[in-house]
Structures are given as C-alpha cells and as structure tokens.
C-alpha cells in the first residue's frame, strides 16, 4: 500500500508535468520488477518505514520516500551509462541520448518530490544537508572501481561510502523526519549502515553469475569485488597460484573460463565466507536497535 503511494505521489507531484512517456516508463518498469519481490519494496521506500517505525504516518513520509525511490533508479540508470550495460532496460533505448537525459530528470524530480516536505526549518535543513552530502560521497566511491589488487579493508571503506553509508542516511532521514532524539537517531544510522553493507556482499556473490540476461558477470567486465578480493588474498591456497592465472589472462572471462574462476572461488572457501560475513552485518543490524523501545524494535526486525 505504501509503495503504490509513493509511486502515486511521483507522478503527482513530480513527473505528470512533464509529460515524458519515457520517463514514466522508466519508473513503472522499475516498480513493476521489484513490487513481486517484499525485500525490493522495503529498500525502495526504506526511509517511509523507519519513520513509521518511530511513530510517523505514510503521508508525512511520501516526499522523503519518492525522493529515495526516483534516486535509487536514477543511480541504475547512471550506473547503466558507466558500465555500459542494462541494453534491456527502456532507459537505455536509444542509448546515450536517452539514459543521460533520463537520469538527469531522475535526480531532479527527486528534488522536487523532497521539496514537498513539511516540517521545520532546522528538520529541512538536516536531512537536506545529510542526503545531498551521502550521494556526493557514493558518487565519489563510484569513480574509483574495484580491482583485483584492493585490499579487504579498502573495500570495506568503499562500501561504507556507498550502500553502507546511502542505507545508513535512509534509516536516519526516515527517523529524523520523526524526532531529533539522539540516541534513536544514532540506533538507526547503525542499523541501516548494517543492512547496507550485508546487502553490497551478497550483491557481489549474486553478480558473480547474474539472473538479468542484459547483465554480464563482474568477472567478465574485469570488475573484482568482495569474492575476488578476498580469495586473492589467500596466498597459500593451492588453487591461489590458478586464480591469479586466470585473472591475469587479458582476454574476457566467458563460458567455461569464467565457470572455472567461479569454481575456484567456490573451493577457496570465497562465497561461503562472504556469506558469512553478511550474516555477521545483518545480526550487527539487529543489535544496533537494541536499547530502543521494544515496538520499533520489533517493526524494523521485520526489514533485516
């Protein structure tokens, strides 16, 4: 119910003016992958559910949720025009000369929907301050990609910047529109910072082999993350002298080569460590609400 008045709200108040069919597209044929799929939906509108957890309504929150949500398709379709991928996606129809246009409207209307907030100058202040200061440093970490060579704790600094750091900003901007108290504000920060960073590693393990037939392998696109990483730096593993091997082998990784790397991660132990680390984050989640009251609590478990 939520999600459909945000999707409401954005063409209420921020894309029904314009009367930009491909525009429209894009955010229907977003909503229209991730409304089948709850934890899609949660992070969708992220910020709307912290702030009901601490007592807000879905009508107070609608501006702060459509701004997220127009922001987290808008980075998809950048991300698309950097990578040079998602052909599929009705965004990148007739290329460069719709994906560029069509991100730059994104990240605008998002503005505009934010604008529609109600509430004191010095709540305006913050969050604006707080949202518009995460995307300039995820912007920043989006520059400088990962490669085999990053070490475990520079990819952990890269992804605190991105989905750590923009998850962390939602779960607080949410309870910011609610309340200035400190300590619920600094439970939710950490909550969300947990999340984010459980879900950059299981999006590494995923990209591995993606489900999206428009998407190629991160391995593929030379593109080395959190699996890579840390296999890499088992250097006295018997199969670490083969992946080094394989990586360094200038042509692209396809078909059996690519499942040869993907079977090397597997033995070294690779996936299922990560696995476990996202586990870790997702019960650090949990313990950053403990000490705020049992119902809030219990209603942000429900997104974890």
């Known amino acids: 119910m939520a999600y459909q008045q945000t999707l409401e709200f954005v063409c209420s108040e921020a ?18 992958g991730h409304q089948p799929n709850p934890q899609k939906i949660c992070n969708d509108i992220f910020p709307l559910l912290t702030s009901a957890a601490v007592g807000g309504t879905v009508e107070k929150a609608l501006p702060l949720a459509a701004f997220w949500l127009l922001n987290i398709i808008a980075a998809r379709v950048l991300d ?44 305006w202040r913050d969050l604006f301050d707080t949202l518009k200061r995460a995307t300039a440093l995820a912007a920043k970490a989006q520059r400088y990609p990962l490669t085999k060579t990053t070490t475990l704790s520079s990819y952990l600094e890269n992804s605190i910047a991105q989905t750590g750091q923009i998850m962390a900003v939602g779960a607080w901007a949410g309870g910011r529109l609610q309340t ?15 999340i984010g960073l459980k879900m950059a590693i299981l999006s590494d393990c995923l990209d591995l082999s993606p489900q999206d037939p428009g998407k190629l392998s991160d391995l593929t696109v030379a593109v080395y993350k959190l699996p890579v990483i840390y296999a890499v730096s088992l250097t006295e593993h018997r199969c670490h002298s083969r992946l080094r091997y394989l990586l360094q082998d200038p042509k692209p990784l396809f078909g059996a080569r690519l499942a040869d790397v993907i079977g090397l991660l597997e033995e070294m132990g690779a996936i299922a460590w990560c696995t476990n680390l996202a586990i870790h984050f997702q019960q650090q989640a949990t313990a950053a609400l403990v000490g705020l009251p049992n119902e809030i609590q219990q209603q942000l478990q429900a997104y974890v």
Do not use: K, M
């Open 15 to 32: 894309t029904s003016f314009l009367a930009w069919a491909e525009l429209e597209t894009a955010v229907s044929y977003w909503a229209e």
């Open 80 to 123: 698309d025009v950097q990578d040079q991928e998602g052909s599929r996606h009705p965004w990148n129809a007739d290329g460069l000369a719709q994906a560029l246009p069509t991100g730059i409207a994104l990240l605008t209307t998002a503005d505009i929907c934010l604008a529609q907030l109600r509430v004191d100058s010095q709540t």
């Open 180 to 194: 200035s108290d400190h300590a619920i504000l600094q439970a939710l920060w950490h909550y969300g910072q947990n």
